[in-house]
């Protein structure tokens, strides 16, 4: 059964730093990973998808990697803002089973400034 | 505007009486789903839709119906709602099947914070 962890569930830190968000799966067979934002209240947001043959998506100050066979990624801001707070969330899209997205808890992120 | 909406948004209802909430998305996708979040667990997979008159159970279907006679509407139906059904519930819909397309995506509406007392 595929299990997704966000380590850790939380993390607050001061305005412009860059930050690493990971995630882990435990299974490879995966076609895609998807990172979410949430913010409170709100619903989820896509920031980026790597499906399973790429290393690698960028969207401005975002950066995710993916490493399918050791089952990590990674998710990089650069430069940190306060309007970066939220909770962010991974999703594997496991291969076979039923249609669906597997997701970690999310990890609670506070930039202060 | 690409979007999928959901209504209501806040519902308080008690215990047994039926309601519906519905899912609409406007991007023409085949494959729709509904998910809840609850603290400490995490989004889970409630039903899910892979095309108009085809549904099938995710991990925690008890409770639930859904329907999808029109591609554009996935509503979840709670006949008779229970107080362990209060729970933010999440509607999702994409283009394809996972593996399919290479730039697939799962869009999500706004929620629905449902309270059963």
């Known amino acids: 059964k595929q299990e997704v962890t966000q380590i850790p569930a939380a993390l607050s830190v001061p305005e412009g730093e860059n930050l690493v968000l990971n995630c882990s799966f435990t299974d490879s067979a995966i076609y895609n990973l998807q990172w979410f934002r949430q913010d409170p209240g709100k619903g989820l947001t896509s920031l980026l998808l790597?499906?399973?043959?790429?290393r690698e998506q960028t969207s401005g100050r975002l950066n995710a990697s993916l490493d399918k066979s050791s089952g990590r990624s990674t998710l990089y801001i650069a430069a940190s803002q306060p309007g970066d707070s939220a909770t962010y969330l991974c999703?594997?899209?496991?291969?076979?089973?039923?249609?669906?997205?597997?997701f970690g808890k999310g990890m609670k992120l506070t930039v202060n400034p | 505007e690409a979007q999928v909406t959901q209504n209501p948004r806040y519902l308080i209802t008690v215990t047994g009486k039926k309601l519906t909430v519905t899912c609409s998305q406007n991007m023409n996708h085949e494959y729709m789903s509904w998910y809840r979040q609850d603290p400490g667990l995490g989004l889970r997979q409630i039903y899910y839709?892979?095309?108009?008159?085809?549904?099938d159970k995710g991990d925690v279907p008890e409770g639930y119906k859904v329907s999808r006679k029109e591609k554009r509407n996935f509503p979840l139906i709670l006949e008779s709602p229970s107080p362990n059904q209060t729970s933010l519930y999440f509607c999702a819909s994409s283009l394809t099947l996972p593996g399919l397309a290479v730039n697939y995506e799962q869009y999500f509406g706004p929620g629905t914070r449902l309270t059963v007392t």
């Open positions: 999703a594997v899209r496991p291969i076979g089973g039923s249609e669906k997205l597997v």
């Open positions: 839709s892979m095309n108009v008159e085809v549904t």
């Open positions: 790597i499906q399973s043959s790429q």
